[in-house]
């Protein structure tokens, strides 16, 4: 049952529990529909405790319970149960019964994939779990919190060839197994997987030696071709968080399972990774240089979290960017060391813009450590892991890479073993260098992307660059404090050459002025280079500066960024003005379209428009209502300016990028096929998509096949390779997924809704799935000018799916809400129609707890 009034949870009311659990021991007899698990606990009160033993529990039939052997009744109350319990040590003992097979919500024991309604699962259905954040309590009552760690040892019993849980395997006989895991570790890392399964073996010496058995397993069939290079990037991260961070792995195994039925990306549970698994299988045929590059980052971040989120875990779950942003922000890095850095930054400050500041600019903005919550599925969010990373990379900049390491080294060492919190973390930092952190953690506890203008001015040799910041207030924060800002700034010649390196300005009040002596002649700034903080830049600059840093800038983000803003503000100027496509921009992108001393892949990055979901977040900045079709057309419009005016190179650029030799997934290789996909977009406009056709037909490995396809659906052709992809890929969910999003997404904005509509009804769609149901809907409302018809067909579509799939699984509901987080940005009309549609989803009956905290944040 759902909570009748759903309560809200504060950071301040933060107590520990009053027992320690010194050992537990759990018995899963698994049944589809009736899996019995039995409980063994030991648990110590603690000191100073209250003595109110409280067990969470949720959708849970209790068969029995005990307490050092005697069997007792206890009260079952709203999300648990209560005892009577004895002042000493005591053994608390319980049999509860649940069903993973009709568990469509993901969380807790479940099976994937899902049984078709009112029938029994498939044989080929596997048993896995979700714990995190508080999926444990649907497995057996405990105290589900991050701060009560224990040792577990778990025996499975049933028929599946292949029973896993966390830890070493202790024993395995004729229908069982049993697991040991030596590390104490909170519930939410507690995993169990069982079913038919085929591994894809490797193997890890560590640096003091120790043999390490790696697996990744999957269900038999062509997805055991699938699994070599997650294994490889499984053992790349391995070796990188030794020589980087110093991190041993610390079991005798290490499991990664693939789950079709995942409502995220992936779940670091102790020594048994469980994976979505379109974030582990990977082979050319079937999978883009992008999923590659994805599967890589997310096997590390996976890994890392052993060491920071699993050694050291999180108090509470308000603590949660203690353990995502710094594992995001060292998965960050570890794909800087492997490809490119500059191509992962600037890729990570796009991905940031999109997510993270839009959540940070609307009714959803939240600190990157929350006060509150209802329903903690809700905060798993872009602010919580991408913000929390940035400031990972900002006190690292603050502290420099030295002070960094040492800090790093002692969190470790003090740390280790414990559920921990941000004052623990900034404490680390402050003892190694001696610095005060308090301004800093506001970063922490204040929303909103800070906005930092910048004015200069030139004296006597002397150039001084004013700052201001000022962040706009966010929900329940009206007013906020200065922040300690690092601007990493440096100044070229009128004739490109740099005249002062990369400097790190601090800037601590809400005015700020830095100076640099003994200049020549009047610099042109490069500010916030490698985007040194998560802020939105204002400054007067014009389009010959904007061209000149794009050729000149040292740094390679700023380079980029120049190029970013040029394009931006010729965008805004043909939506708001009427202007037509500017010739400076159009020469400018020309010149990195043909200068083969730049990385091809940073080329794609500067080629590419900004979307228009970011063009529409400009515009409302600037005071205008954005209307998404004008956006659109505009941006049609200066991709095909673009395209006629590089006609002449194009053919030269795309043949140029042409890659020999059989696929491989590096960045190099990767680097050509993205600046070639880009060329074949443009070429696309001028050729009728001759070329693409022939991209198509030709195409070798997934990602050509898919730009080509990509590129004719962007004409409005591509009728007969949809539907021959459809006939080749029939089998291999995965790329169906592909099929259904690239509609979704590439439909023509008065289409849209007409097309996604008839995919879900496609007989390949079943919406239970959140792959499918994301590739589809989520694609769909990814398609801006689509998704916001004025019509609003688009969000009747969104909110009637929304409204059906709640009952079934209220996290990816809740998740995809954030499709209307930006209805504030649009015109009454508009606002209206949304806002008709979310009072519809919040009227619904039995609207889930997380479903309800959306939409009524999102409504404000
Ligand atoms: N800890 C996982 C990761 O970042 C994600 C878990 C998401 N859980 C959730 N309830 N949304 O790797
Ligand atoms: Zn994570």
Same mark, same amino acid.
């Given at each position: 049952?759902?909570?009748?009034?759903?309560?809200?949870?504060?950071?301040?009311?933060?107590?520990?529990?009053?027992?320690?659990?010194?050992?537990? +021991?759990?018995?899963?007899?698994?049944a589809?529909?009736?899996?019995?698990?039995?409980?063994?606990?030991?648990?110590?009160?603690?000191?100073g405790?209250?003595?109110?033993?409280?067990?969470?529990?949720?959708?849970?039939?209790?068969?029995?319970?005990?307490?050092?052997?005697?069997?007792?009744?206890?009260?079952l109350?709203?999300?648990?149960?209560?005892?009577?319990?004895?002042?000493?040590?005591?053994?608390?003992?319980?049999?509860?019964?649940?069903?993973?097979?009709?568990?469509?919500?993901?969380?807790? !024991?479940?099976?994937?994939?899902?049984?078709?309604?009112?029938?029994?699962?498939?044989?080929?259905?596997?048993?896995?779990?979700?714990?995190?954040?508080?999926?444990?309590?649907?497995?057996?009552?405990?105290?589900?919190?991050?701060?009560?760690?224990?040792?577990?040892?778990?025996?499975?019993?049933?028929?599946?060839?292949?029973?896993?849980s966390?830890?070493?395997?202790?024993?395995?006989g004729?229908?069982?197994?049993?697991?040991?895991?030596?590390?104490?570790?909170?519930?939410?890392?507690?995993?169990?997987?069982?079913?038919?399964?085929?591994?894809?073996?490797?193997?890890f010496?560590?640096?003091?030696?120790?043999?390490?058995?790696?697996?990744?397993?999957?269900?038999?069939?062509?997805?055991?071709?699938?699994?070599?290079?997650?294994?490889?990037?499984?053992?790349?991260?391995?070796?990188?968080?030794?020589?980087?961070?110093?991190?041993?792995?610390?079991?005798?195994?290490?499991?990664?399972?693939a789950?079709?039925?995942?409502?995220?990306?992936?779940?670091?549970?102790?020594?048994?990774?469980?994976?979505?698994?379109?974030?582990?299988?990977?082979?050319?045929?079937?999978?883009?240089?992008?999923?590659?590059?994805?599967? +890589?980052?997310?096997?590390?971040h996976?890994?890392?979290?052993?060491?920071?989120?699993?050694?050291?875990?999180?108090?509470?779950?308000?603590?949660?960017?203690?353990?995502?942003?710094?594992?995001?922000?060292?998965?960050?890095?570890?794909?800087?060391?492997?490809?490119?850095?500059?191509v992962?930054?600037?890729?990570?400050?796009?991905?940031?813009?999109?997510?993270?500041?839009?959540?940070?600019?609307?009714?959803?903005?939240?600190?990157v450590?929350?006060?509150?919550?209802?329903?903690?599925?809700?905060?798993?969010?872009?602010?919580?892991?991408?913000k929390?990373?940035?400031?990972?990379?900002?006190?690292?900049?603050?502290?420099?890479d030295?002070?960094?390491?040492?800090?790093?080294?002692?969190?470790?060492?003090?740390?280790?073993?414990?559920?921990?919190?941000?004052?623990?973390?900034?404490?680390?930092?402050?003892d190694?260098?001696?610095?005060?952190?308090a301004?800093?953690?506001?970063?922490?506890?204040?929303?909103?992307?800070?906005?930092?203008?910048?004015?200069?001015?030139?004296?006597?040799?002397?150039?001084?660059?004013?700052?201001?910041q000022?962040?706009?207030?966010?929900?329940?924060?009206?007013?906020?404090?200065?922040f300690?800002?690092?601007?990493?700034?440096?100044?070229?010649?009128?004739?490109?050459?740099?005249?002062?390196?990369?400097?790190?300005?601090?800037?601590?009040?809400?005015?700020?002025?830095?100076?640099?002596?003994?200049?020549?002649?009047?610099?042109?700034?490069?500010?916030?280079?490698?985007?040194?903080?998560?802020?939105?830049?204002?400054?007067?600059?014009?389009?010959?500066?904007?061209?000149?840093?794009?050729?000149?800038?040292?740094?390679?983000?700023?380079?980029?960024?120049?190029?970013?803003?040029?394009?931006?503000?010729?965008?805004?100027?043909?939506?708001?003005?009427?202007?037509?496509?500017?010739?400076?921009?159009?020469?400018?992108?020309?010149?990195?379209?043909?200068?083969?001393?730049?990385?091809?892949?940073?080329?794609?990055?500067?080629?590419?428009?900004?979307?228009?979901d970011?063009?529409?977040?400009?515009?409302?900045?600037?005071?205008?209502?954005p209307?998404?079709?004008?956006?659109?057309?505009?941006?049609?419009?200066?991709?095909?300016?673009?395209?006629?005016?590089?006609?002449?190179?194009?053919?030269?650029?795309?043949?140029?990028?042409?890659?020999?030799?059989?696929?491989?997934? +590096?960045?190099?290789?990767?680097?050509?096929?993205?600046?070639?996909?880009?060329?074949?977009?443009?070429?696309?406009?001028?050729?009728?998509?001759?070329?693409?056709?022939?991209?198509?037909?030709?195409?070798?490995?997934?990602?050509q096949?898919?730009?080509?396809?990509?590129?004719?659906?962007?004409?409005?052709?591509?009728?007969?390779?949809?539907?021959?992809?459809?006939?080749?890929?029939?089998?291999?969910?995965?790329?169906?997924?592909?099929?259904?999003?690239?509609?979704a997404?590439?439909?023509?904005?008065?289409?849209?809704?007409?097309?996604t509509?008839?995919?879900?009804?496609?007989?390949?769609?079943?919406?239970?799935?959140?792959?499918?149901?994301?590739?589809?809907?989520?694609?769909?409302?990814?398609?801006?000018?689509?998704?916001?018809?004025?019509?609003?067909?688009?969000?009747?579509?969104?909110?009637d799916?929304?409204?059906?799939l709640?009952?079934?699984?209220?996290?990816?509901?809740?998740?995809?809400?954030?499709?209307f987080?930006?209805?504030?940005?649009?015109?009454?009309?508009?606002?209206?129609?949304?806002?008709g549609?979310?009072?519809?989803?919040?009227?619904?009956?039995?609207?889930?707890?997380d479903?309800?905290?959306?939409?009524?944040?999102? !409504?404000?």
């Amino acid at each position: 049952m759902k909570d009748a009034s759903p309560q809200t949870i504060h950071l301040k009311d933060y107590t520990p529990f009053g027992f320690e659990a010194e050992s537990v +021991e759990l018995t899963f007899r698994l049944a589809p529909t009736a899996t019995r698990v039995l409980s063994k606990i030991r648990f110590l009160p603690k000191e100073g405790g209250d003595g109110r033993f409280f067990l969470h529990g949720e959708d849970l039939t209790l068969i029995s319970a005990r307490i050092d052997g005697a069997p007792v009744t206890p009260r079952l109350v709203e999300g648990g149960l209560e005892a009577q319990v004895p002042a000493e040590p005591f053994i608390w003992e319980a049999e509860v019964e649940i069903s993973p097979a009709t568990n469509t919500a993901l969380e807790g !024991l479940y099976m994937s994939p899902l049984a078709r309604e009112g029938e029994a699962p498939g044989p080929g259905a596997m048993y896995c779990t979700q714990c995190e954040a508080e999926g444990f309590r649907k497995i057996t009552f405990y105290p589900d919190r991050p701060d009560v760690m224990s040792v577990f040892t778990v025996r499975i019993e049933g028929d599946a060839p292949v029973m896993l849980s966390n830890g070493n395997p202790v024993e395995r006989g004729d229908g069982f197994a049993v697991w040991h895991d030596p590390w104490r570790k909170p519930a939410y890392l507690f995993a169990l997987v069982a079913g038919d399964l085929r591994a894809h073996p490797g193997s890890f010496t560590t640096m003091s030696g120790k043999e390490v058995a790696l697996n990744i397993w999957v269900r038999p069939g062509p997805d055991e071709d699938k699994c070599a290079f997650g294994m490889e990037a499984l053992k790349r991260s391995m070796t990188w968080d030794e020589e980087v961070y110093g991190r041993e792995y610390d079991l005798d195994v290490f499991n990664i399972v693939a789950v079709d039925d995942f409502n995220m990306g992936a779940m670091e549970n102790k020594g048994l990774n469980v994976f979505n698994s379109s974030c582990v299988l990977a082979s050319p045929e079937t999978s883009t240089d992008m999923n590659f590059e994805r599967i +890589e980052a997310i096997i590390a971040h996976e890994y890392f979290h052993n060491w920071t989120g699993n050694r050291i875990t999180c108090r509470d779950w308000f603590q949660l960017c203690l353990k995502e942003g710094l594992t995001v922000f060292r998965d960050a890095q570890f794909t800087a060391d492997m490809r490119s850095a500059p191509v992962k930054r600037i890729s990570d400050v796009i991905a940031l813009r999109a997510r993270q500041f839009r959540e940070d600019n609307g009714p959803l903005a939240h600190p990157v450590r929350p006060e509150s919550f209802v329903e903690i599925n809700n905060f798993y969010t872009a602010t919580v892991y991408e913000k929390g990373a940035e400031l990972i990379g900002m006190l690292k900049t603050l502290v420099g890479d030295a002070a960094y390491a040492k800090a790093l080294d002692l969190y470790f060492e003090r740390h280790d073993g414990d559920a921990a919190t941000i004052e623990d973390w900034l404490k680390v930092f402050e003892d190694v260098t001696g610095r005060d952190l308090a301004q800093f953690k506001r970063w922490y506890a204040q929303a909103g992307t800070p906005r930092l203008s910048v004015t200069e001015d030139f004296k006597d040799g002397t150039y001084t660059l004013h700052f201001k910041q000022e962040t706009p207030p966010t929900p329940g924060q009206p007013h906020k404090a200065p922040f300690v800002i690092p601007i990493a700034v440096g100044l070229l010649n009128p004739n490109g050459d740099e005249v002062v390196p990369t400097r790190v300005l601090e800037m601590t009040q809400a005015e700020q002025s830095f100076s640099f002596d003994g200049l020549p002649s009047k610099p042109v700034p490069s500010i916030l280079r490698d985007f040194s903080a998560p802020v939105i830049l204002e400054r007067a600059s014009d389009n010959t500066e904007r061209a000149f840093l794009l050729a000149h800038d040292t740094d390679p983000f700023n380079k980029w960024e120049a190029g970013r803003a040029l394009a931006k503000d010729v965008l805004c100027r043909m939506v708001s003005e009427g202007a037509t496509p500017d010739g400076a921009y159009l020469d400018a992108a020309l010149a990195v379209l043909r200068d083969d001393g730049l990385d091809p892949a940073f080329r794609a990055l500067a080629l590419r428009l900004p979307s228009e979901d970011d063009i529409a977040q400009t515009l409302f900045g600037a005071g205008i209502t954005p209307d998404p079709v004008e956006i659109h057309t505009a941006r049609e419009t200066l991709s095909q300016a673009l395209a006629q005016h590089a006609a002449d190179t194009l053919p030269r650029i795309y043949a140029a990028m042409t890659v020999e030799g059989p696929y491989r997934p +590096e960045a190099e290789d990767a680097g050509k096929r993205d600046l070639q996909g880009t060329v074949l977009g443009l070429l696309s406009r001028i050729d009728g998509g001759a070329q693409a056709a022939a991209q198509y037909d030709a195409a070798g490995n997934m990602t050509q096949q898919l730009a080509a396809l990509s590129c004719l659906l962007m004409i409005d052709k591509g009728e007969p390779e949809l539907a021959r992809f459809y006939e080749q890929w029939k089998d291999d969910r995965l790329v169906i997924d592909k099929w259904f999003g690239m509609q979704a997404l590439q439909a023509p904005p008065a289409r849209a809704a007409a097309v996604t509509d008839a995919l879900t009804r496609h007989p390949d769609f079943d919406f239970r799935n959140p792959n499918r149901f994301r590739a589809t809907l989520g694609s769909f409302a990814a398609n801006a000018a689509g998704f916001h018809a004025a019509d609003g067909a688009g969000y009747r579509l969104l909110a009637d799916w929304l409204i059906r799939l709640d009952p079934l699984n209220p996290q990816t509901t809740a998740r995809m809400t954030t499709s209307f987080e930006t209805w504030k940005r649009y015109d009454a009309d508009r606002q209206a129609l949304i806002e008709g549609e979310l009072r519809r989803i919040l009227n619904t009956d039995g609207l889930s707890r997380d479903t309800t905290e959306m939409v009524s944040r999102i !409504l404000g």
